[in-house]
């Protein structure tokens, strides 16, 4: 009988001490659970005023260089030439360059990037899966100075050897080994939308006798078109803002055309030029660079809010 009621009292103390054990875990965790919420906040407003910052920053400075030069002379101007007492200050020049590259990265990797995107998703098996997308996704590891190498000492002379009267440096090679590097977004990207298009609409398509071609280009990239438009856009996004492969195989030359066998330069690679230079600090050279830095931040955001846009328009909810 005593037996019984030590049994019974040592078990009654086991779960009061269970009790107390789990009130101080259960008040712990309620600190933590507390302690989240400021902390993501904190978080999300060291994200706000950073932007913020940079916003600050590049007006301020953008202000004081259309102080000294005309709005109009800058965004018409043609001619760039930041050294010398009769300098000019037209960002036309490095807006063609940039646009130039862009769009020949966007003619390289659209094609590539999308067809790849559907021999992942739609013919491709699990097996060359597993095998191919970590290849290619071994491109967008690879630092962008390596490819910029890669298209001055590799891609440069094949095409010299093939387009007679192509510069040492020219925008055309760069645009194309951005495109090699854009590739894996796109792809990417592409087949994440192609992926999240409901099995039935492929199965539906095929009971009605459609080939597995016409079920691939008819049904599914259709219903995947938001996705597949918005990472176009944001390698559009991704070719503007590219620095180390323009500023390394493009040159320096500021050249206003549309020759791509020329010698250009790109926005990016214009601020790079500048802070790697003498550029006293209160000078108009000096406030130059912040007027083509918010030049291009400008033309990202709107390539960004194009995207969010295309996006929410052609979504479609399954």
Same mark, same amino acid.
């Given at each position: 009988?005593? #037996?019984? !009621?030590?049994?019974?009292?040592? #078990?009654k103390?086991?779960?009061?001490?269970?009790?107390?054990?789990?009130?101080?875990?259960t008040s712990?965790?309620?600190?933590?659970?507390?302690?989240?919420?400021? %902390?993501?906040?904190?978080i999300?407003? @060291?994200?706000?005023?950073?932007? =913020?910052?940079i916003? @600050? $920053?590049?007006?301020?400075?953008t202000?004081?260089f259309?102080?000294?030069?005309?709005?109009?002379?800058?965004?018409?101007?043609?001619?760039?030439?930041?050294?010398?007492?009769?300098?000019?200050?037209?960002?036309?020049?490095?807006?063609?360059?940039?646009?130039?590259?862009?769009?020949?990265?966007?003619? +390289?990797?659209?094609?590539?990037? *999308?067809?790849?995107?559907?021999?992942?998703?739609?013919?491709?098996?699990? #097996? +060359?899966?597993?095998?191919?997308?970590?290849?290619l996704?071994?491109?967008a590891?690879?630092? &962008?100075?390596?490819?910029?190498?890669?298209a001055?000492?590799? +891609? $440069?002379?094949?095409?010299?050897?093939? !387009?007679?009267?192509?510069?040492?440096?020219? !925008?055309?090679?760069?645009?194309?080994?951005?495109?090699?590097?854009? !590739?894996?977004? +796109?792809?990417?990207?592409?087949?994440?939308?192609?992926?999240? /298009?409901?099995?039935?609409?492929?199965?539906?398509? *095929?009971?009605?006798?459609a080939?597995? *071609?016409?079920?691939t280009? #008819?049904?599914v990239?259709?219903?995947?078109?938001?996705?597949?438009?918005?990472?176009?856009?944001?390698?559009?996004?991704?070719?503007?803002?590219?620095?180390?492969?323009?500023?390394?195989a493009?040159?320096?030359?500021?050249?206003?055309?549309?020759?791509?066998t020329?010698?250009?330069? &790109?926005?990016?690679?214009?601020?790079?030029?500048?802070?790697?230079?003498?550029?006293?600090?209160?000078? $108009?050279?000096?406030y130059?660079?912040? =007027?083509v830095?918010?030049?291009?931040?400008?033309?990202?955001? /709107?390539?960004? %809010?194009?995207?969010?846009? /295309?996006s929410?328009?052609?979504?479609?909810?399954y």
């Amino acid at each position: 009988m005593n #037996k019984t !009621i030590n049994q019974a009292n040592e #078990k009654k103390l086991e779960i009061r001490k269970m009790i107390q054990q789990n009130k101080q875990s259960t008040s712990i965790s309620s600190i933590v659970e507390k302690m989240i919420p400021k %902390l993501l906040l904190v978080i999300a407003i @060291i994200s706000v005023v950073t932007t =913020a910052g940079i916003l @600050i $920053t590049l007006l301020s400075e953008t202000v004081a260089f259309f102080r000294e030069v005309s709005f109009v002379e800058f965004f018409t101007g043609t001619v760039l030439k930041p050294l010398g007492q009769n300098a000019q200050f037209g960002v036309l020049p490095l807006l063609t360059g940039t646009l130039l590259s862009s769009a020949i990265a966007m003619l +390289v990797a659209i094609p590539i990037g *999308l067809m790849t995107a559907v021999y992942l998703s739609e013919y491709a098996s699990d #097996k +060359v899966r597993r095998v191919l997308k970590p290849i290619l996704e071994i491109l967008a590891g690879i630092p &962008t100075i390596v490819y910029g190498f890669f298209a001055l000492t590799f +891609v $440069t002379p094949i095409l010299r050897s093939i !387009i007679p009267g192509l510069e040492p440096t020219n !925008i055309l090679s760069p645009g194309i080994v951005m495109g090699i590097m854009i !590739i894996p977004m +796109v792809a990417s990207l592409s087949e994440d939308a192609l992926g999240a /298009v409901p099995n039935a609409m492929r199965e539906g398509a *095929l009971a009605l006798g459609a080939t597995k *071609l016409e079920v691939t280009w #008819k049904v599914v990239v259709p219903a995947a078109i938001s996705g597949i438009i918005a990472s176009f856009v944001l390698g559009i996004s991704r070719a503007i803002g590219e620095t180390m492969i323009v500023t390394i195989a493009s040159g320096s030359s500021k050249n206003f055309t549309f020759d791509l066998t020329q010698s250009m330069q &790109t926005m990016t690679a214009y601020i790079v030029e500048v802070t790697g230079g003498d550029a006293p600090a209160g000078s $108009t050279l000096y406030y130059s660079l912040y =007027a083509v830095a918010m030049t291009l931040f400008v033309f990202t955001l /709107v390539m960004n %809010l194009i995207a969010q846009y /295309v996006s929410r328009k052609f979504r479609e909810e399954y």
